[in-house]
């Protein structure tokens, strides 16, 4: 795709076919993964609500665990995921947790 | 329908209001700054009085004042607001998002001196530290001038060619707060000369785009060319808009003009308010058979290309600059950019500085005379060129 120049370029950079954010996949910046234990997940929807990029997904998946029935789980979107780890700070049962993405040397 | 063509009694401010209310803005950001504060009183005054209908909004900084006039010219609405000195030096980050973002806000700069020590009193520091903003600069001299340049402003920023804030200035008090008789145009033919056309990209949540966007070394570029390119396309544009205006109202505005210039043995080039005492002192120096030319520096962004062609012809000219550029080769921004432009152009005129009416220090007419005799002098070989400026007035 050509990318465009000061001849073809919208003035002042305004982008006419949103979202064009979508193809930033920011996720290559992560240097900590969060990882949901889906077993301790009360599903609260604290990390849901806290996450500053809409990583985090509420998904249409039933899970039963401990006797206890939810209709949906929570699922981190790892294409757009900083890995800032506010989500696993904020999360009141600890269920998330921060796993490196590489091993340390 | 009744004309409202009407010469009115009116203060440089008033003046600008009455272009304002003319032009039918819809959106007006006030912060109150001495000595522009009675154009947003009178401006809030027509709104209450329902005379114009706009939005009038009271922000709590000139910074905020010049973020909702972005926001609203986003939107696509008309916008206006006003400033001075201290007032400018805070929306200065805010400049840059304006014309970055290409939107076409007009604001009336009343000319005032920088703090410290603080001033309220004319003089051109303001103005000129916001040149590099990426703003048009139109400069008044008079009030008449005040009102049909905010006029053109509009319809300069908003051509599709150009798309770019517009800054008119006018000087505080010899201006905004000094009476002369302004010919107010008829509403109707302003309104017809100024249409409200609609713009191509405008935040709407039907038909969504999205503004301020990040630009990363793969994008940046480009945009500020373009800015580049729009700076020097309004010069065509201003020219164009000038003939039709003109043609409407018998009125019209050189982005550079010389007086006297025909005979004369050397150019003052001069901006702004004094312009009046200069020509009077011209005029008053040719009865000694000093003849020297004044040129109206009417258009700052972009610096007019008629200005080399003037100058050129001439051993010495010199400039009249009510500012100073701290630390620079002449201490002058005028002389900076006259220089600059004179020498691109190969030409080896060489331009004397004379810096004067610093913090609304008094121009008498006695110093414009000694101005334009120390400056013919020069031009004659009777008196030696010097690079350095000549604090004009100042004691040591």
Redesign the interface.
């Known amino acids: 795709m050509s990318?465009?120049?000061?001849r073809d370029?919208?003035?002042?950079?305004?982008?006419?076919n949103?979202?064009?954010s979508l193809r930033n996949k920011t996720g290559s910046w992560r240097v900590m993964r969060p990882v949901i234990d889906q077993n301790n997940c009360i599903r609260c929807r604290i990390c849901w609500v806290y996450c500053p990029d809409g990583a985090i997904l509420e998904i249409d998946q039933p899970y039963e665990v401990k006797g206890r029935k939810y209709n949906i789980s929570y699922i981190v979107n790892y294409d757009y995921c900083k890995g800032c780890g506010i989500c696993a700070a904020e999360c009141p049962v600890k269920a998330i947790k921060m796993v490196p993405e590489v091993e340390r040397i | 329908m009744k004309s409202s063509r009407k010469v009115e009694p009116l203060s440089g401010n008033y003046a600008v209001a009455y272009a304002v209310k003319s032009i039918d803005v819809d959106v007006i950001s006030a912060y109150p700054i001495t000595p522009q504060t009675t154009i947003v009183e009178k401006l809030a005054e027509f709104v209450a009085n329902g005379e114009l209908d706009a939005e009038y909004l009271h922000v709590e900084s000139e910074h905020s004042a010049m973020s909702a006039a972005i926001g609203a010219a986003a939107s696509g609405a008309r916008v206006f607001t006003a400033t001075s000195s201290q007032g400018l030096a805070l929306m200065y980050e805010t400049l840059f998002i304006a014309s970055?973002?290409?939107?076409p806000i007009v604001m009336a700069l009343v000319a005032r001196a920088l703090s410290a020590p603080i001033n309220i009193w004319n003089d051109h520091s303001d103005l000129m530290a916001s040149q590099d903003t990426g703003w048009v600069q139109l400069v008044s001299t008079n009030n008449q001038e005040a009102y049909d340049l905010t006029i053109m402003a509009y319809k300069l920023s908003e051509h599709s060619e150009v798309?770019l804030p517009t800054m008119v200035a006018l000087d505080g008090y010899i201006q905004s707060h000094t009476i002369e008789p302004v010919q107010l145009e008829d509403e109707e033919l302003v309104r017809k000369f100024v249409p409200k056309r609609k713009k191509e990209?405008v935040l709407d949540p039907e038909k969504?785009?999205?503004?301020?966007?990040l630009?990363d070394p793969?994008?940046?570029y480009?945009?500020k060319?373009?800015?580049v390119?729009?700076m020097e396309r309004a010069k065509r544009v201003f020219r164009e808009i000038n003939s039709e205006f003109k043609s409407l109202f018998n009125r019209s505005y050189e982005p550079f003009e010389v007086v006297y210039g025909d005979d004369a043995d050397t150019i003052l080039v001069v901006m702004g308010a004094h312009t009046g005492t200069f020509i009077k002192a011209t005029k008053t120096a040719r009865s000694e058979g000093i003849k020297v030319g004044i040129g109206i520096l009417r258009m700052l962004r972009p610096f007019p290309d008629e200005v080399v062609k003037h100058l050129s012809q001439y051993d010495y000219v010199g400039v009249a600059d009510k500012s100073i550029y701290f630390g620079s080769p002449s201490s002058s921004f005028l002389t900076s950019d006259i220089t600059t432009a004179l020498h691109l152009e190969g030409s080896n005129t060489r331009v004397a500085t004379y810096i004067y009416g610093i913090g609304g220090r008094v121009l008498r007419l006695e110093d414009a005379l000694f101005i334009i005799k120390n400056l013919w002098r020069i031009s004659k070989r009777l008196e030696e060129y010097s690079k350095k400026p000549v604090f004009v007035g100042v004691r040591y």
């Open positions: 990318k465009g120049g000061v370029l919208v003035p002042g950079a305004i982008i006419t949103p979202p064009t | 970055g973002m290409r939107l798309s990209y969504p785009i999205s503004m301020g966007n630009g793969d994008w940046y480009e945009f060319v373009q800015q390119e729009a």
